[in-house]
């Protein structure tokens, strides 16, 4: 079973920057695909950012691409989502999972963390 931790959100003005962290209880998180989702208060859950075990793919969404960086750090069994240019529209509870492969769909992820709230004034 993987333990997956969000921290970092807050509460941010327009156009500022937030790093969010999720935490991976287990070593197996080193051979898991990571992904960052989202969901504002009525809408469905969406994608935002995933990577590949090593690195080397990752995937953005169109409204944030430019914006976000995924990365990850192995050896601490973290993933992170540097966010810049924080838009209103960010706003929303961030959800990191894991994967056996990289994927743009919440159903292709079978471990989640319990969220962190983003909420970007303008």
């Known amino acids: 079973q993987v333990q997956l931790v969000e921290s970092g959100g807050g509460l941010v003005q327009a156009g500022g920057s937030l790093r969010l962290s999720c935490a991976a209880s287990?070593?197996?998180?080193?051979?898991?695909?990571m992904g960052w989702f989202r969901q504002a208060p009525g809408k469905e859950r969406e994608f935002v950012a995933a990577i590949t075990w090593s690195g080397g793919s990752i995937y953005y969404a169109n409204s944030v691409k430019g914006r976000f960086t995924i990365s990850r750090d192995n050896a601490k069994n973290t993933v992170y989502l540097q966010m810049y240019n924080l838009k209103p529209e960010d706003t929303a509870v961030y959800y990191c999972?894991?994967?056996?492969?990289?994927?743009?769909?919440?159903?292709?992820?079978?471990?989640w963390g319990q969220g962190t709230q983003v909420t970007v004034s303008s």
């Open positions: 287990v070593r197996s998180f080193r051979n898991s695909a």
């Open positions: 999972a894991a994967a056996v492969r990289i994927g743009v769909e919440p159903t292709e992820y079978d471990y």
